[in-house]
């Protein structure tokens, strides 16, 4: 039977395997600076369904797909049949049915695990409402090249408890971290993932209290993408939990600063925070390209 590997959160992968695919990332990333080609899958065809905006996670695997030597197709919900219904077991068994890989960027989580469950070809999660593991590929790499391994230190998530903060629980879990939350009440991050995960997640209500002692400062916006309407009360609610260098000097001295982008300057953080010296931000947005590459190197080699 055919065997395929599917990337819909980070628990898709063992502590062994992530480091794996951070280390191809970083190899693939120089490889990349030395002007090397690497071309391994010529004529394969990466889907893109997107029923959400997107600036990196688009960019980086359409980059990245043709500089393997393949091809990306991108499939917005609004020009498709899947903005008109069409159920996604069809879809699933369709696409896959003409192509190599998908990604899929949407709203419920569901709905990848429903393409997962459905497709003939590997399927990643671009994010959910719950989950961005793409993302925490490409922050944990970058906390690998500049401090080295993540293990036994301490991160803290910034704001809301949503599909980034699920996919740092995860990644706690994974790579074997601490990880302190700062939320006003009413945002915390879903109750299941911090029963399973109570031994190593903790929730501070004071921003100050929380990032004493971290290694790595996260945040992200107060409102995430389908919360639009949302945004005035948020910004009332979430007025005390914003990063700034003032901030960032209560934790570790070399502890660093990360946002998954994009960022809204003056809200979530000061304006001056994405300039400090402790942000590897824009490291970070590039290693999206690098991670998801070894990541789909991984999976196409895995799947067969
Ligand atoms: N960080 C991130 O996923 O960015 P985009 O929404 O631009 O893809
Ligand atoms: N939490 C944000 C992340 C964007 C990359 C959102 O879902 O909109």
């Known amino acids: 039977m055919k065997q395929i590997r599917h990337f ?15 280390n191809r990332a970083i190899e693939l990333k120089a490889m990349r600076r030395a002007g090397e080609v690497y071309a391994p899958f010529p004529h394969k065809v990466l889907g893109m369904i997107f029923e959400k ?27 498709t049949q899947l903005g008109r219904g069409e159920p996604i077991e069809d879809s699933a068994k369709v696409i896959s049915s003409m192509i190599d890989i998908v990604m899929i960027r949407t709203f419920a989580h569901k709905t990848v695990e429903d393409f997962a469950k459905h497709s003939s070809v590997p399927v990643i999660n671009a994010l959910t409402d719950d989950y961005h593991p793409c993302q925490l590929l490409a922050d944990m790499q970058t906390y690998w090249e500049h401090r080295g391994d993540i293990k036994g230190k301490t991160v803290t998530w910034v704001g809301d408890g949503n599909n980034m903060c699920h996919s740092y629980i995860n990644a706690a879990k994974v790579l074997d971290f601490k990880l302190n939350i700062a939320c006003p009440q009413g945002y915390d991050p879903s109750p299941e993932l911090m029963a399973l995960n109570a031994d190593r997640v903790t929730i501070f209500r004071d921003i100050k209290d929380a990032v004493h002692n971290s290694d790595l400062i996260v945040t992200d916006v107060w409102a995430s993408m389908g919360q639009e309407e949302e945004q005035k009360a948020r910004e009332k609610s979430f007025a005390d939990f914003q990063v700034s260098p003032a901030l960032m000097s209560l934790a570790n001295t070399d502890a660093l600063f990360m946002h998954c982008l994009p960022a809204h300057r003056g809200e979530e953080i000061s304006v001056d925070m994405l300039e400090d010296s402790s942000s590897v931000v824009f490291d970070e947005a590039e290693n999206r390209l690098h991670a998801q590459k070894a990541l789909m190197e991984f999976l196409l080699n895995a799947s067969h």
């Open 8 to 22: 819909l959160t980070l628990l898709d992968l063992s502590q062994s395997e992530f480091h794996q695919i951070i």
């Open 53 to 79: 905006s997107s600036t990196r996670t688009r960019v980086s695997f359409e980059a990245g797909m043709a500089q393997f030597g393949g091809h990306a197709m991108f499939l917005s919900s609004r020009d």
